[in-house]
């Protein structure tokens, strides 16, 4: 073989070679990328939180600029066109209505010449779109106060959850998916008409997040022995956000131990729809210094009552939460959310099965049910 030839091939070895490197290198490097994006959205959205905080201005709005929302009313129509214009604001995709087809039976001061409708919007997933993991929360009041606690809290939570998810250019594997129900307060009936609707897509919810207990910040949430390891990786972030505000995952042998308890219970709130189609689906826990009872359905739920510092957290979780369940690898586990089969929300009173009102006024959506006793 003549030397040049030689020279040729030992060049050509030396070359794959260091293309062979190079491409390992890569692959290592994208593995680590991904991580690192990671991290560095679950910051950036903590910094815009923490600095830049938005949520006590939508709560304003709703309350202070629209005051009550009734359902049937012209003010929870005006709230519905604001909070879709807030989410094409702040970026969102696939931004509309959906009008309920679901008729109010012997609702009290209903007004049926005015539609009602769910606002949606989406954060749409990178690699799995079509598998959700919804934040919801009721846009609707009782026509006493102006609905700050009930429930402008979970709706200004929810949507300053989104604005800091697009500012913080979060691109979840799966698309999380806001929800703004109409019609709570007259029998779920914004939840229970999207759950109808789009029963196919159920199968491929991985959880629903729920806010609808007033102004006390997130403490925790309920968790089988199934969703224990993966929620300890998702609220990691969280439970570091603040010493005074501590956060706990809560286990519990069956989701419906958590849907069994008096007023935040099964078909207490938008939880409960989702819940009855399978879907793993979850009422936050509460604490803090606000008082239990919160005052639903009268009028002192009003802005001035609620606590900012508590509702900026709130939402600063709820967008940590949902992001890290749209990012991990499989759905959520649907092992051991019944402990029973369970015939139908309309049959149970969940006031009834405290047994006396201290107990039931202690418990998740109180004010329901003293107001019941």
Not at 213 to 228: D, E, P, R, V
Request: aromatic letters at 8%.
């Amino acid at each position: 073989m003549k030397r040049s030839n030689r020279i040729f091939i030992y060049l050509s070895l030396i070359i794959l070679l260091s293309l062979s490197l190079i491409s390992g290198s890569s692959k290592f490097s994208v593995g680590k990328l991904a991580t690192s994006n990671n991290d560095s959205v679950e910051k950036r959205l903590i910094s815009f939180a923490q600095n830049n905080n938005k949520v006590m201005d939508h709560l304003y709005h709703l309350t202070d600029r629209i005051a009550a929302r009734p359902s049937g009313s012209k003010n929870l129509q005006a709230a519905c066109e604001w909070a879709r214009d807030k989410f094409v604001e702040f970026g969102l995709s696939n931004v509309h209505w959906e009008r309920l087809t679901i008729v109010p039976a012997n609702a009290a001061n209903y007004n049926n010449s005015v539609p009602l409708y769910n606002v949606i919007a989406d954060i749409p997933g990178s690699e799995k779109p079509d598998e959700y993991v919804i934040v919801g929360a009721h846009i609707d009041s009782d026509d006493t106060g102006t609905g700050a606690a009930d429930n402008g809290t979970g709706v200004a939570a929810a949507m300053e959850a989104a604005r800091i998810l697009a500012k913080a250019d979060a691109k979840p594997k799966r698309t999380i998916r806001f929800i703004l129900f109409s019609a709570e307060e007259i029998g779920k009936l914004g939840s229970k008409a999207y759950v109808d609707a789009h029963a196919d897509i159920m199968p491929r919810v991985s959880a629903m997040l729920n806010m609808d207990q007033g102004s006390n910040y997130i403490s925790g949430i309920y968790a089988t022995n199934g969703l224990m390891e993966h929620f300890e990786r998702v609220f990691a972030p969280v439970k570091s956000l603040d010493p005074d505000m501590p956060f706990t995952i809560e286990k519990v042998e069956y989701l419906s131990q958590n849907m069994k308890n008096c007023c935040g219970g099964r078909g207490s709130s938008d939880h409960g729809p989702f819940f009855e189609a399978g879907v793993p689906a979850f009422f936050w826990l509460q604490e803090g210094k606000n008082p239990v009872p919160y005052p639903a359905h009268t009028k002192e739920d009003t802005y001035d009552k609620v606590n900012a510092e508590y509702l900026k957290h709130s939402s600063t979780v709820i967008a940590l939460g949902a992001y890290g369940i749209a990012n991990l690898n499989h759905l959520l586990s649907r092992e051991n959310i019944f402990e029973k089969e369970i015939t139908s929300n309309d049959d149970i009173d969940p006031c009834s099965q405290s047994k006396t009102e201290a107990d039931c006024c202690s418990k998740q959506k109180s004010t329901e049910c003293c107001v019941k006793k």
